[in-house]
């Protein structure tokens, strides 16, 4: 009898929080990498649009980096349903049960699932200093030079290391690279420019501004199609038009809560999501950035959940192909 009171009592408790949402207390959302990242980024623009689309909300971001998104999403997943705890993952989200054979929390069954925000192009970029200048001069350059180059990514999980291992899957059996795993975006980023690794797989956020520099070249993006109307991207081909079969990769973003989370909060905070990715600035801030707004039915969370299903699905069976695991 005393425990089915406690249990009413936080039910009660629950009911009353979600009535009284947001309240004083700030909503944090929690990004599992590091700041200054590209998902960082979309971070922020995301806490600062859904601050005017929930009247009195104050949104904050917590960077909780460490083992490939993994420690981030643990904290999340055991904190307490009341909805000013969030979790904005990427492709991460479904790749992180494939490379972790012992992970601390189950993606589909531990989290609310809130809607996806946006979609983000990946680009294979190398150095300054290599001598190839378009895709096919690049592939005929790690065929000569098979065994002698690297690629690095931004750590275990990332987005950069699940792009990486993907295309490599597809020319790994006769340009083998060494791969160096660094602690994060900007020191990978900054090895690359500095010509200390000699390619990298990254999303377009953290790439478009470096390419259109000259700090780095860009030799292709992940998309089906070429990006025909991006301003700096649509002068290079898709790996799929330069003869990857199926390859179609985006690195997207969704927003999570802790499983528990009462409904009233949720449909909350799913509402002023949509809004904020129908406002012109956020649409704009991600547009310049080269990603591109989430408009169908994923923002819904049901829908979002069975995408990331379909991915984990996908990813795993890459990962178990590969044999190589973070653990």
Not at 22 to 41: L, Q
């Amino acid at each position: 009898m005393k425990r089915l009171l406690v249990i009413a009592a936080a039910a009660l408790t629950l009911v009353a929080h979600a009535q009284s949402f947001p309240g004083s207390k700030p909503i944090s959302i929690v990004v599992p990498f590091a700041a200054g990242g590209p998902t960082d980024k979309v971070a922020r623009d995301l806490a600062i649009t859904m601050a005017k689309t929930m009247p009195g909300a104050n949104f904050v971001v917590e960077n909780v980096a460490g083992a490939g998104g993994t420690i981030g999403a643990s904290k999340v997943a055991r904190a307490n349903p009341d909805g000013h705890t969030l979790l904005l993952f990427h492709i991460g989200m479904a790749a992180t049960p494939a490379l972790y054979r012992k992970l601390s929390y189950k993606p589909l069954e531990d989290f609310e699932f809130l809607g996806m925000v946006n979609d983000v192009p990946m680009t294979l970029v190398g150095k300054p200093q290599l001598p190839a200048n378009t895709y096919r001069d690049f592939e005929n350059y790690i065929t000569a030079n098979a065994g002698k180059l690297n690629i690095a990514h931004a750590g275990l999980g990332s987005a950069s290391h699940i792009c990486g291992m993907l295309w490599q899957a597809q020319v790994q059996s006769k340009e083998a690279m060494t791969t160096i795993p660094f602690g994060g975006t900007a020191p990978a980023m900054n090895a690359l420019m500095a010509g200390q690794v000699d390619v990298m797989c990254d999303q377009t956020t953290n790439t478009t501004a470096q390419i259109e520099s000259g700090r780095i070249k860009a030799f292709a993006v992940t998309t089906a199609k070429p990006l025909a109307d991006h301003k700096v991207l649509k002068f290079y081909p898709s790996l799929q038009e330069m003869g990857i079969k199926n390859f179609n990769l985006t690195i997207w973003h969704g927003l999570y809560a802790p499983k528990g989370t009462p409904a009233a909060i949720t449909t909350a905070l799913n509402d002023a999501m949509k809004k904020a990715l129908k406002d012109p600035e956020f649409v704009k801030k991600q547009e310049s950035l080269g990603a591109l707004v989430v408009t169908d039915k994923r923002v819904e969370p049901a829908e979002h959940k069975k995408f990331v299903a379909a991915e984990i699905i996908k990813i795993k069976t890459a990962v178990d192909a590969s044999g190589k695991y973070a653990d």
